[in-house]
């Protein structure tokens, strides 16, 4: 991966962006394209980017609400699925409430589980941990 990510995400702005477990894929919340000095934003999505090919996929499946404003994304430690917690606006009858949410989906933001969605402010990080399931005594069923 070196040098490639200036390449990857060259004159955009990317939120917590977190790299696949093969390391074959960063993911990230920004821009679907690049903007217009002076003009409007473009519209922002989780994105993901092929290391190999820096090619960009935008994840269209995942739902984003109007009020967004932050993304911060984790793969899982299998890299089946990405967790992202999402922080928001107030709605416009709640000025200063600022609300969070956290989900789970497929890399694309299809299937999507919501595990928290609240008001307030979200401050953290957010981890995968390994299930006690997988671990040295696990068994195969």
């Known amino acids: 991966m070196e040098g490639k990510l200036q390449t990857l ?10 790299l696949s477990p093969d390391g074959k894929t960063l993911i990230g919340y920004g821009p679907t ?39 911060m994304s984790k793969w899982s430690l299998d890299g089946k699925r990405v967790a992202l917690a999402v922080r928001g606006h107030a709605p416009k009858d709640r000025e200063g409430v600022e609300s969070y949410r956290i989900v789970v989906t497929d890399p694309d933001g299809g299937n999507e589980d919501n595990l928290v969605d609240s008001p307030g402010q979200f401050m953290g990080f957010i981890h995968w941990l390994p299930s006690r399931r997988e671990g040295p005594g696990a068994k195969a069923r």
């Open 9 to 18: 995400v060259a004159k955009q702005h990317y939120f917590y962006m977190d």
């Open 33 to 71: 394209r690049e903007g217009v000095v002076g003009g409007p934003l473009p519209p922002y999505a989780v994105n993901r980017f092929d290391v190999t090919t820096v090619a960009m996929t935008t994840g269209d499946k995942w739902s984003r609400k109007p009020n967004d404003i932050l993304v």
